[in-house]
């Protein structure tokens, strides 16, 4: 299988669903991408149904981006490590591994030599290979202090860490991936029909030069001949412009960079149920629409500038969803919530099930619903922030080993969407569930609390643009699973006021949707972000 540090794996890793497992058919989503631009950095939502599902920033001009290309030089040779260090121009010196060299490093190294010192050199198409290299060599037999390499940026710089390189070029297209320096035509696996293959195959022999591989993306799949021969050719161009720059240009240098990560999305998931792109800047519009027209021109149109007056985040609900989803609490359904830590090494998920557990009879049964519930959420997180490295999940611990089962089979189904390189292993006995997945970018942060007004500014609290969402899911909760008609509701001024103000205000929508009497009551000595719910005897109900 090959895996592409930009596109993850063309083909699904994760095993097979067990005979007489239940397949559940999801149906194609409503997905819509929202930008905000702001003079240093552009943040990215996508959307799934107004759900968010991915977030990223990127900021203006900071560069070593996955998939950029490098002309870099060698700084230090780590034999111990049968690596080296490499300056790309970075303020960490790049790392690479001898693994990371590809099987035609000898050929790229001494092409390179030859262009860097100005000496002719014969065209790509008619380069001879040299032998590949084997998976035991050392890397001083192949490069040395000083030298200058071709390289490409696998990893982003991330912590202390600087960039991790690759000399196994590979250049991204729309519907293929060019390899300079393979002559093997490969094709995903999710490209099922044979007759759709052979097709596929037979534009790419028919237009691809001599010295270049290709991989046929799945999203080639049903399109046009000369869409798939624009997109060769233009990578091939892409190449050759790169080769060129080299004769002229001194290490540490870029030859070719990869479009940014809104032109990505749109490149790598641009098809049938991507409904709109909405954008709060003119001048990245245009950009956008140019380049939709380049690829699809006939979805330019969902290419929409945003004019409102209020911010386009919280227009499109992202803003309340940020605040909650990146916080170290998140909250599930019916009072289950997850806890999530982050340290250097690894990131730790407690999945707890609140109060549900006292009020259920069948705990087995409600432990496995707030274990599945979360698991969806999870899998939900790790794509959101881009969580990477090791994942250790502690679910709530189950009894019966085909409700654990259960679980991992829905944590690989949930899991089968998440576009990076990925490993999940069973639960132990202590109910941990470990998760590796491919880490190729710093993690997603957004800030998720905000100063608290009591404390002036000391201390921090849960944002209070989430405090009515929370007592939204109690209320309904006592209404709907409870059976309870009246409820009071004890909150802080700054709350009760939101609750009760506008018509109609959430306390009376509550009122409506719920068939159940709501009473406000402001409380001095509530916390900002807290509330209290008390049945019609006055009882506080937890």
């Known amino acids: 299988m090959y895996f592409h540090p930009r596109l993850g794996p063309e083909r699904a890793s994760s095993r097979g ?3 007489g497992t239940k397949i559940v058919f999801r149906r194609e989503m409503n997905k819509e991408l929202i930008i905000n631009v702001t003079p240093s950095e552009m943040n990215i939502a996508m959307a799934e149904d107004r759900e968010l599902v991915e977030f990223s920033k990127e900021k203006c001009q900071t560069g070593f981006a996955v998939g950029d290309i490098y002309l870099g030089r060698v700084r230090k040779l780590m034999p111990g490590l049968n690596a080296a260090f490499v300056n790309v121009g970075h303020e ?8 990371d060299l590809g099987p035609q490093f000898d050929t790229i190294h001494k092409m390179v030599g030859m262009l860097t010192q100005k000496k002719r050199v014969a065209k790509f198409e008619n380069l001879k290979f ?3 290299l084997g998976k035991n060599g050392k890397i001083g037999e192949h490069i040395a202090v000083g030298d200058t390499i071709l390289v490409q940026i696998a990893k982003e710089a991330i912590s202390t860490k600087g960039p991790r390189l690759t000399a196994d070029i590979s250049l991204a ?5 060019l390899l300079p320096f393979s002559n093997k035509i490969s094709i995903s696996q999710k490209i099922r029909q044979n007759a759709e293959k052979k097709r596929l195959k037979r534009i790419v022999d028919m237009v691809l030069p001599k010295n270049y591989g290709v991989i046929i993306r799945t999203a080639a ?7 798939i021969e624009q997109d060769i050719l233009a ?7 790169a080769l060129n720059k080299m004769k002229t240009l001194t290490a540490p240098i870029i030859l070719s960079e990869e479009m940014n990560r809104v032109g990505s999305m749109i490149r790598d998931r641009l098809n049938g149920d991507f409904k709109a792109i909405y954008v709060d800047d003119a001048n990245t519009l245009e950009e956008i629409r140019e380049y939709v027209k380049l690829i699809a021109p006939e979805k330019s149109r969902i290419v929409k500038l945003y004019k409102g007056s209020v911010p386009i985040f919280d227009n499109f609900d992202i803003t309340r969803q940020i605040k909650s989803l990146f916080s170290r609490y998140v909250s599930l359904k019916r009072g289950a919530y997850l806890i999530i830590e982050h340290t250097e090494a690894l990131h730790v998920i407690d999945v707890n099930s609140g109060n549900r557990t006292k009020v259920e009879n069948d705990q087995e049964r409600t432990v496995l619903d707030v274990n599945l519930g979360a698991a969806e959420e999870i899998a939900r997180q790790l794509r959101l922030r881009d969580m990477g490295g090791i994942i250790i999940i502690d679910f709530i611990d189950l009894h019966k080993s085909e409700n654990r089962q259960a679980l991992f089979d829905k944590m690989t189904q949930c899991m089968a969407a998440d576009r990076a390189k ?3 292993l069973p639960l132990t006995k202590f109910g ?6 491919q880490r190729v970018r710093p993690e997603a942060i957004a800030e998720a609390t905000e100063v608290c007004p009591y404390c002036k500014g000391t201390g921090t609290v849960s944002p209070t643009l989430l405090v009515d969402k929370q007592i939204q899911d109690r209320v309904e909760y006592y209404a709907t699973k409870k059976g309870i008609k009246s409820l009071t509701i004890k909150a802080s001024p700054l709350v009760a006021a939101f609750l009760t103000k506008g018509f109609p205000s959430p306390r009376l929508r509550w009122m409506c949707r719920y068939k159940c009497l709501v009473k406000i009551l402001s409380d001095q000595s509530i916390g900002v972000a807290e509330a209290k719910i008390y049945d019609i005897k006055g009882r506080e109900l937890n």
């Open 17 to 19: 669903p067990e005979a």
């Open 92 to 99: 960490k010196d790049a790392f690479i591994h001898y693994l």
């Open 130 to 132: 040299a032998p590949p």
């Open 173 to 177: 297209g729309r519907h293929v991936v």
């Open 221 to 227: 799949s049903g399109t046009t001949d000369l869409d």
């Open 235 to 241: 990578l091939v161009e892409k190449w050759e412009v």
């Open 422 to 424: 990925h490993t999940i």
């Open 432 to 437: 941990l569930m470990q998760i590796t997945r």
